[in-house]
């Protein structure tokens, strides 16, 4: 099992910033795509911004510009700086990640998806 731990988020300004970080911890488990995405009220969970273990990023258009994602592969943490904060922007916001187990004794590999317990991210008018 992965464990992504999660911080940051909180109540701010439109205009204003914050910043998300997430680690990611498991035995025998190597960390691949890290990300986040996120849940308002009454829709769907949604893309916001991934990174790849080489640091090739992808950003939701409605965040381009404004949010930059980055990650510590030594760490297993990726961070999500947002900017140019907009109302829009308020709800849950779950981190992410593709993690591989390698069993050393049958020489196989096998993905799993994991998600975070998720953090609110609330912003006023």
């Known amino acids: 099992q992965v464990q992504l731990v999660e911080s940051g988020g909180g109540l701010v300004q439109a205009g204003g910033s914050l910043g998300l970080s997430c680690a990611a911890s498991g035995n025998s ?13 009454g829709k769907q ?21 404004r949010f930059t994602i ?21 709800a849950v916001y779950y981190c992410w990640t593709i993690a591989t187990k390698t069993t050393i004794a049958t020489k196989t590999s096998r993905s799993y998806q994991y998600w975070g317990q998720g953090t609110q991210v609330t912003v006023s008018s």
Do not use: C, H
């Open 45 to 65: 969970r949604e893309l916001v911004a991934t990174i790849n273990s080489g640091g090739s990023t992808n950003y939701a258009d409605s965040v381009k510009g």
């Open 29 to 41: 488990f190597s960390i691949n795509d890290m990300g986040w995405y996120r849940q308002a009220p």
């Open 70 to 90: 980055s990650r510590d592969n030594v760490k297993n943490t990726v961070y999500l700086q947002m900017n140019s904060l907009r109302p829009e922007d308020t």
